[in-house]
């Protein structure tokens, strides 16, 4: 098992009805998970679990050994997420969104961090605009500029490439790289079958069982193959 | 902790910063006037309301006309408004409860909770800044009851108990923020619910200091058990608070009655309820009996606990055992105004329903019958409700057995008016305002407040006449048939606005 993320016989669902089978896993430090499934499956559920934003049905998950506590602040240093949470303040532009992640991460230099996000998401010109002036493409560059601008052993990312074009969807590919490459876990769920093959090293496919398949074969299940 | 505090100052500053480069300095003082002129408009009313009926009190007659026999007026008019300052006390605990009181935004619950510094500076001075507005707000709200209910005090009483009020309400705030600390919260919520009996009592004891120094040391020892833990509140409570209060407020702001029920209404149960499914099961053929099984078996699921009805009953019982005997005028508004909220809180499954309106068009069956269906339960309980009071009435002495029969009678249209106000339709913003008194207010407001009030108040006129009468004519009779077909047919035939 890995040492970074465990579930064992994790059972996710609402009002007391799971919506997936069960899931267990372990994930060592810089794996790339990629969880894929037909909508409905329950993918986003199962990750919103390990990431401590609802409550197991039963099972158990571990983050570093200790069990998921998303309110202690060694848990919040630890774990990164981008969801699909198109929440801004109205009053703060991109860069002081940017900024703010970037200070209360105690990131060093976070100026200079913030513009390299900023550059790097392709949203340089618009850093003085306010998000309600944002593309919603934009927007979620801006979100996913928020999750990666601090530090993190484990990010999850819950269909990151919703809303981006093809150029934006290989720099976030080359980007989950690097940052698996240094050292952090990411979890990832994603329809894009060119995202999975590019960047992950275990794949897991949810559906009434859920069971682990190589990456080229989740692949040829999110391309219907 | 001094990196939250800098989170916070920064995210504030850069707030003020944008504020101030939208609004100009005449924007500030037009808001200003039309405020001040606003609350000096609602201040007046009040205080013309306040002074005609401490009159009419000061001028009862004891002993004389009263909707029950006087011989069973034998409750001390002292406990009664205590029992109302403890309910009210309650009420301020629930309400804090449901909207908090330690929340953050949707924004900053996004941006600011997954930080890893110490949420305390986060969510600190908002609450305290609640606290501060709950207190003023319930000191404000208590002097007119304390000028009715006191008619031998001074000045200087009634504002020593307006401010004492003021602090059992923040005690109660902070109350509700306690239980947000705990998730098995069922003993700490009686034993505030207890605690606050002798809270209540406070106001009622002269002017005195110790009374006031006695509620704002119990706040000072509650706030210091609160304060430092305010940052151990769990993040989906922060943000789930931060929901229903949003929620509500811009309910408030666009003066939208159904959205702020819809709001404030209990989140429904998790657990699946299994009522009524015998009568649903059963095999039917017809559309329209389909339609009114599902209408009767939601209303049986999802209607909150009656405890709000049984509430309101039990003081439209009491006012009228009052001893000295209160004028029959204000105890017929409070049956009406007691009325009206019931009837209102009947209304839950059809606002819910009223939300999506396209379900029932896909139904193959007249839109017509399908309001009728979904006036049949309001209609039953409010049936219900009025059969109780009436009828408790009528043992107390008012009326004759036949005031039961109104009763029912003037329930099955205030159900149909619970069904008109849960569609009444939203305010149309985009045309021009009309110009009020109390300023500005979008057009066709009043009426699209008043719908669902309307028929509820038809409905209930003839029964309250007949108790101000204290005899049950024939004519009354026909009168109340005719006020709840009329409130029934006008809601069977007025298309939903939403």
Redesign the interface.
């Known amino acids: 098992m890995g040492d970074v993320l465990e579930a064992d016989g994790l059972l996710v669902g609402y009002v007391g009805t799971p919506v997936c089978g069960e899931v267990s896993l372990g994930l060592a430090s810089g794996e790339v998970l990629a969880v894929v499934g037909f909508n409905g499956a329950g993918k986003s559920t199962v990750v919103r679990t390990l990431a401590g934003r609802q409550d197991p049905l039963a099972g158990d998950v571990r983050v570093h050994g200790l069990p998921v506590m998303p309110d202690a602040v060694e848990f919040r240093r630890q774990v990164a997420a981008v969801f699909d949470e198109d929440v801004f303040f109205p009053s703060l532009t991109v860069r002081e969104h940017l900024l703010l992640v970037a200070r209360g991460h105690s990131v060093s230099s976070p100026e200079e961090a913030v513009d390299a996000e900023l550059k790097f998401f392709g949203i340089a010109d618009r850093a003085h605009a306010v998000p309600d002036a944002l593309s919603s493409g934009q927007r979620r560059r801006l979100l996913l500029a928020a999750g990666f601008i601090r530090p993190s052993s484990l990010l999850f990312l819950d269909e990151p490439e919703q809303r981006l074009d093809p150029v934006m969807r290989d720099a976030l590919s080359r980007r989950i790289q690097g940052c698996a490459d240094a050292g952090t876990t990411v979890v990832l769920v994603t329809h894009d079958p060119r995202l999975l093959v590019q960047t992950a090293t275990a794949c897991l496919v949810i559906d009434e069982t859920v069971k682990p398949v190589s990456t080229e074969r989740g692949a040829q299940i999110i391309a219907g193959a | 902790m001094r990196?939250a505090r800098?989170?916070v100052s920064?995210?504030r500053r850069?707030?003020r910063?944008?504020?101030r480069a939208r609004s100009s300095t005449r924007d500030l003082f037009v808001d200003l006037y039309s405020n001040a002129l606003a609350g000096a408009c609602v201040v007046m009313i009040v205080a013309s309301l306040v002074v005609a009926l401490r009159g009419e009190i000061a001028a009862r007659n004891i002993g004389g006309t009263t909707l029950v026999a006087a011989h069973w007026q034998v409750v001390p008019a002292g406990i009664v408004w205590m029992l109302l300052t403890y309910l009210a006390l309650v009420g301020v605990v629930v309400l804090a409860r449901r909207l908090g009181p330690v929340t953050v935004g949707?924004?900053?619950?996004?941006?600011?909770?997954?930080?890893?510094?110490?949420r305390r500076p986060m969510v600190l001075p908002s609450f305290l800044r609640r606290l501060v507005a709950v207190g003023a707000v319930a000191s404000v709200a208590y002097v007119p009851f304390s000028l009715l209910t006191a008619l031998d005090r001074s000045p200087w009483d009634h504002a020593n108990s307006a401010v004492i009020f003021g602090g059992a309400s923040i005690v109660a705030v902070i109350g509700a923020a306690a239980l947000q600390l705990t998730s098995a919260a069922g003993a700490l919520r009686a034993t505030i619910l207890l605690g606050l009996i002798p809270v209540a009592v406070l106001p009622f004891l002269g002017f005195s200091m110790w009374p006031l120094i006695l509620v704002l040391s119990l706040a000072a020892v509650l706030l210091a058990y609160v304060v430092p833990r305010v940052g151990?509140v769990?993040?989906v409570e922060l943000q789930r608070g931060g929901a229903v209060s949003g929620h509500a407020a811009a309910s408030i702001f666009f003066i939208d009655m159904n959205e702020l029920r819809r709001s404030l209404v209990a989140a429904p149960s998790?657990?699946?309820s299994r009522r009524g499914s015998r009568y649903y099961g059963r095999p039917t053929r017809r559309p329209l009996t389909a339609v009114i099984r599902a209408d009767v078996v939601a209303f049986l699921r999802l209607q909150p606990p009656p405890t709000a009805a049984l509430v309101w009953l039990g003081l439209c019982v009491s006012i009228t055992l009052i001893t000295p005997a209160l004028p029959v005028f204000l105890q017929l508004t409070v049956t009406l105004i007691a009325g009206c909220l019931v009837t209102a809180g009947t209304g839950t499954i059809a606002r819910r329903t009223a939300v999506i309106p396209e379900l029932d068009a896909l139904l193959p069956v007249s839109p017509v019958l399908v309001r009728c269906s979904r006036m049949i339960m309001p209609a039953s309980a409010m049936a219900a409700w009025m059969g109780a009071l009436t009828g408790t009435l009528v043992v107390l002495g008012a009326g004759t057995p036949f005031l039961v029969l109104l009763g029912v009678l003037a329930g099955l249209g205030m159900g149909a008016g619970a069904a008109r106000a849960a569609t009444r339709p939203a305010t149309d913003w985009t045309t021009p305002p009309v110009e009020t008194p109390f300023g500005s207010v979008p057009r066709d407001q009043v009426s699209s407040l008043l719908r669902g009030t309307d028929m509820t108040v038809l409905s209930m006129a003839p029964l309250l006449l007949t108790l101000y009468l204290d005899t049950v004519h024939p004519w009354l009779l026909l009168a109340q048939i005719t006020a709840s077909i009329t409130a029934i047919t006008v809601q069977a035939s007025t298309p939903s606005a939403r």
């Open positions: 990196l800098n989170v920064f995210t850069a707030a910063q944008y504020n949707q924004a900053e619950g996004a941006w600011w909770l997954p930080l890893p510094v110490d151990d769990r993040g998790t657990r699946v």
